[in-house]
């Protein structure tokens, strides 16, 4: 149903990112776009002055009543607001990415046909998320440049820098609008960004009730605050409980990191076959990340470093071959993955208490005494 009191006089297109992604899946495709977009156009048409329609393969053409003056901070406030929205709406029912292109204020029907080529052609012209065809005022383009930022840093995981720079957004704000309009238009754009947020933490792939709950939770203290001071203390919980998301959803994977290193070495020195070359850089290529992160996220997750728990798995190992007595001393410490038998021998006997040969020797002996020795301590 169209709830138009004002004729349309702006276009705005929303594009589904889905060639590569779903190139070999067309079932999942039609699934998954079909709902997010008839979730937008739901979205859309519970709004005056807005309606939308799907349109393949560009995904969402949406008509809406800027009652803005061209040009004015309002009108791109209100632009990229309801941007917002429908980008929030459509990564919420979909996991694909999503870009949308704004066209410029246009009268008349001729107009609005213009205003959608303009909004294509933005999004042809820019790789940002919202790409609009007219630039606004200076100090308004900086507060949208800070807010891309701070999602942008979000994005990248660096939660820190993304709070120190909300908060720096929010001053910023104030700054711009003065405190009279930061009731309003301030408002405003702070729930823009706060969807902004949102949408870069379902893409790291935050669970969507909880980040759902915690965007309308921030949204309605935002609307909800009478003073300054009580949007900025507002806008931080809002950005202080998408972060927390973020970081949770990170806690858990890290976690998963470090099991998988242990899994990985396990196997390692269960197969025989594989080449006696195992170390942290290869560890870290096969799980695709480098090897200080790799080191660090172990470091973090089981209070011992990976160089330390290696040297104690390839013992283990030794321990176990020393008690075939077919094998020489070289032997074990090149199927350990040492290539000097000497520096085998040190580390064998700073983690075991004994040297290889020793060991061999008395096996029970040496095992018992190291559970109260430099072993256990490791």
Not at 53 to 61: E, K, Y
């Amino acid at each position: 149903m169209l709830r138009f009191n004002r004729p349309p006089n702006r276009s705005l297109v929303a594009k589904l990112e889905w060639q590569e992604a779903y190139a070999e899946k067309p079932g999942r495709f039609d699934v998954k776009v079909a709902a997010a977009l008839r979730a937008a156009e739901d979205l859309c048409g519970e709004m005056e002055n807005v309606t939308a329609c799907s349109m393949r393969p560009v995904g969402l053409c949406v008509f809406f009543h800027d009652a803005g003056k061209p040009g004015h901070a309002a009108s791109r406030l209100h632009a990229h607001h309801l941007a917002n929205r429908i980008l929030f709406c459509l990564t919420e029912h979909c996991e694909l990415p999503a870009r949308i292109g704004i066209g410029g204020r246009r009268a008349g029907w001729e107009g609005l046909r213009q205003s959608y080529h303009e909004a294509c052609g933005a999004l042809l012209r820019s790789n940002e998320t919202i790409a609009e065809y007219r630039k606004g005022d200076a100090p308004l383009t900086e507060l949208f440049v800070l807010a891309q930022e701070v999602a942008q840093l979000l994005a990248g995981v660096r939660l820190a820098e993304a709070r120190q720079r909300a908060a720096s957004l929010s001053a910023l704000v104030t700054e711009r609008y003065g405190a009279r309009a930061m009731l309003s238009t301030g408002k405003l754009f702070l729930c823009s960004a706060l969807d902004s947020l949102s949408v870069a933490a379902r893409g790291l792939g935050c669970p969507q009730e909880a980040l759902a709950a915690a965007h309308h939770r921030g949204v309605t203290e935002l609307d909800g605050s009478a003073t300054v001071l009580d949007i900025h203390e507002a806008w931080l919980r809002a950005v202080d409980a998408v972060i927390e998301q973020v970081r949770l959803l990170y806690a858990g994977k890290q976690q998963k990191v470090a099991e998988r290193i242990k899994q990985l070495v396990q196997e390692y020195f269960r197969d025989r076959s594989l080449p006696r070359t195992f170390s942290i850089p290869a560890i870290a290529a096969s799980l695709g990340i480098s090897a200080g992160r790799l080191s660090r996220i172990f470091k973090q997750q089981t209070g011992e470093t990976l160089e330390g728990f290696l040297m104690r798995s390839r013992t283990e190992l030794a321990k176990r071959l020393l008690l075939d007595p077919v094998s020489s001393i070289a032997e074990v410490a090149r199927q350990c993955g040492y290539s000097d038998p000497a520096y085998f021998s040190r580390v064998f006997r700073k983690l075991q208490g004994c040297s290889p040969r020793e060991f061999r020797r008395n096996p029970h002996a040496f095992t018992q005494s190291a559970a109260a020795g430099p072993a256990a301590s490791q």
